[in-house]
């Protein structure tokens, strides 16, 4: 978010505000909230039939826990007036305190809206590690709290300009730290915590509806280009490179995920081809405003073969991550924040420059910026498992599991004759 460019308070109330930006924000809002029922389609998808609409309902539950949660407290807590480096002030505890207020050139209750779709997509893609067997309502509380004590304070770190990370100079556009980072890493220790399905790794199956995975994939592509674009909180110059760059990097991942699956000596597949696009969505969301067109192509093609190694290797690496979400967001994240701290140019954006351009110290920043999100995503994750864990049991019982999620905690399926979770070997990824 470049508030520093835009400004606020006393500085964006002398500037007005701007209807073409205004316009500009409310249309890149729709495309963002749009993203969230994109990602329920993708994830949907990659599941088994008996899990498709818990998995569903889960970036759904986000999309009014975090809502909720973000007017209630989390927007002042992460961009209150009158805050610390840690922590926002609570002068904006139910939004109630900003009439007449402006963010740069926009009012200011339509970047809390645009923070609020940010918050949502964050907590809905941390789902993805956790289907198929944690209890809908152990995610409800949990998400409710992750939203407030550890999205809330990140995006203060990285977007207020009262933020530690903010003032250290760390350069993240969109969310490679706030949102990629902290939910991979969340996701990571998420699965730890809650152990494996039943039947991994022994047993592994394909997604059970490809054509999902692919229509939740352009709906994320075309919901990103708000993400993304609207961080510039306004229509311009920058803008147009953040839209121009999230295509670009998204393709070049695409293409590059298609390669590494012909070079394995399989053939391109259209669940390669999705998880490639998603993957340069997430690693060009940093450096979006700050890279050009060619340093977009490169951050997408080093993050896409990042993520397809640990993929390709995820039973011999990592935990039942179920949908991949550490090695496709969290380390598409960790590659894009890391680069852009190498690829930043001031002829895009004067303020960024990375160590292309003379400033060495920037990379140092952006890995400082990698450790922080990651530190307090992983350590807060497990204590707010550990809370929620008191309150109401994690998992579902392995009957449970076994009869379907669906059903257990639904009481719904998804097809007429949805296959028994256990009739057919368990998926644990999308390779």
């Not at 350590?379 to 019982?397: D, E, H, I, N, S």
Request: hydrophobic share 55%.
């Amino acid at each position: 978010m470049l508030l520093t460019l835009l400004g606020s308070g006393a500085a964006a109330q002398a500037q007005g505000m701007n209807g073409a930006d205004t316009a500009f924000i409310l249309l890149c809002s729709a495309l963002v909230l749009l993203m969230t029922p994109g990602l329920a389609i993708f994830y949907g998808g990659l599941v088994r039939a008996g899990s498709v609409l818990n998995t569903m309902m889960m970036s759904f539950a986000a999309m009014g826990i975090a809502s909720v949660a973000w007017v209630a407290v989390g927007y002042t807590l992460a961009f209150g007036p009158g805050g610390n480096a840690l922590i926002g002030g609570l002068s904006q505890v139910g939004l109630g305190n900003m009439a007449g207020d402006l963010t740069g050139t926009i009012p200011t209750p339509l970047f809390a809206v645009f923070q609020i779709l940010f918050a949502v997509i964050t907590l809905a893609v941390v789902s993805g590690s956790v289907v198929e067997r944690m209890r809908f309502p152990a995610f409800a509380l949990f998400g409710t709290l992750w939203v407030l004590c550890i999205y809330a304070p990140l995006a203060h770190w990285v977007w207020s300009p009262d933020g530690w990370l903010f003032k250290l100079g760390l350069l993240d556009f969109a969310g490679g730290t706030v949102v990629e980072v902290a939910s991979g890493v969340s996701g990571l220790v998420a699965a730890l915590v809650l152990g494996p399905r039943l039947g991994f790794p022994r047993l592994v199956s394909v997604p059970h509806n490809v054509p999902l995975v692919l229509l939740g994939t352009g709906l994320l592509w075309f919901g990103w280009m708000g993400f993304n674009a609207g961080s510039a909180l306004a229509a311009g110059q920058t803008a147009a490179y953040a839209l121009l760059n999230t295509n670009t990097a998204a393709a070049a991942a695409l293409l590059t995920w298609l390669v590494w699956d012909q070079v394995r000596g399989g053939r391109p597949t259209a669940i390669g081809a999705a998880t490639g696009a998603v993957v340069g969505l997430v690693a060009i969301t940093p450096a979006c405003g700050f890279v050009t067109p060619g340093g977009a192509l490169l951050i997408g093609a080093v993050a896409s073969t990042v993520s397809w190694f640990l993929v390709a290797n995820k039973h011999r690496l990592l935990p039942d991550d179920a949908l991949d979400v550490f090695a496709c967001h969290g380390t598409a994240g960790v590659v894009g924040t890391l680069l852009t701290g190498v690829l930043a140019s001031p002829a895009i954006n004067p303020a960024g420059k990375g160590l292309l351009a003379g400033h060495a110290a920037q990379l140092g920043t952006q890995l400082i910026g990698v450790l922080a999100a990651a530190a307090l995503a992983g350590v807060g994750t497990l204590a707010l498992l550990k809370l929620t864990a008191l309150l109401t049991p994690l998992r579902l019982t392995q009957q449970q599991e076994v009869r379907g999620v669906d059903l257990s905690e639904h009481q719904e399926e998804g097809y007429q004759e949805a296959q028994s979770p256990l009739a057919a070997p368990v998926f644990v990824g999308h390779d």
